[in-house]
């Protein structure tokens, strides 16, 4: 296997396999990192994150097309394999699985995966098909790499969500670990997409967190939902966002719509668009 800024770097998922099963009958355990590349610290706390919980850390980078809608920013998605594979020896990771889409979707793949509920509404509702291709590549790559462990971050709250029941419902023997958001000390939550942010937009971009957080005060004093989440969108625009595709308080497991803060967590999520840039955010209430 050849290396790449200071990793070992398996291209086929045959490769990928040997390695994996080399170090299981070493009798090491094994944390995944799924990602799709343009890392940042986020990415890295994952890694982290893994070499806590187990021997050796496989991260992937491969950037999905068939996640990306019409119109969406697969081909201008930033692609940086050297500078991420430096970031990923750096942070002690074993092994990078950076495929190409021939390895991913050979001739003739006709599979999807598609989870429903959890999957529906937010920004299931407005990316048609998006996380049927999340899905579908997790399936593939979780049962590619059949790690004890696989690390995702909670930035992508649905998307973790929707993991999580996929990996349940098809008994995918792989533990799913949801890690904290990492954010800048103005708490915009890190993104590979912040980089289509301009100086001026970056300036306003924190306003996404600030105004989830206000939410999140107002369901502790036992305020509404739908009257919160509604002065939180127009905070949004009074702030420079140019659209906000939601704010919503959800149920934190099971995503059902939520009136009020009662009796169990609620994850508080928001999509916006800021110039050319779609951002999403969440966080936690307990109740
Ligand atoms: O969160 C991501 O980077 C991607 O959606 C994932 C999980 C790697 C699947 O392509």
Known sequence: MRAVGGVAVARTVAALRTQ???WRAQGLGVAFVPTMGA????HLSLVRAGLERADRVV????????QFGPGEDFSRYPRQEEADAALLAGAGCHLLFAPGVAEMYPPGFATTVTVGGVSEGLCGALRPGHFAGVATVVAKLLLQCLPDIALFGEKDYQQLQVIRRLVRDLDIPVGVVGVPTVRE???LALSSRNRYLSAEERRIAPALHRVLREVAAGLGRGEPALDLCRRA???????GFLSVDYVEARDAETLS?????EGRPLRILAAARLGGARLIDNIGVEP
Request: glycine share 10%.
């Open 39 to 42: 890392l940042h610290d986020g």
């Open 20 to 22: 994996v099963r080399e």
């Open 233 to 239: 969108a127009e905070d949004l625009l009074a702030a």
């Open 59 to 66: 991260a992937s980078v491969f950037v999905n097309p068939a």
């Open 257 to 261: 719509a939520a009136g009020k803060l």
């Open 185 to 187: 000390a103005d708490g």
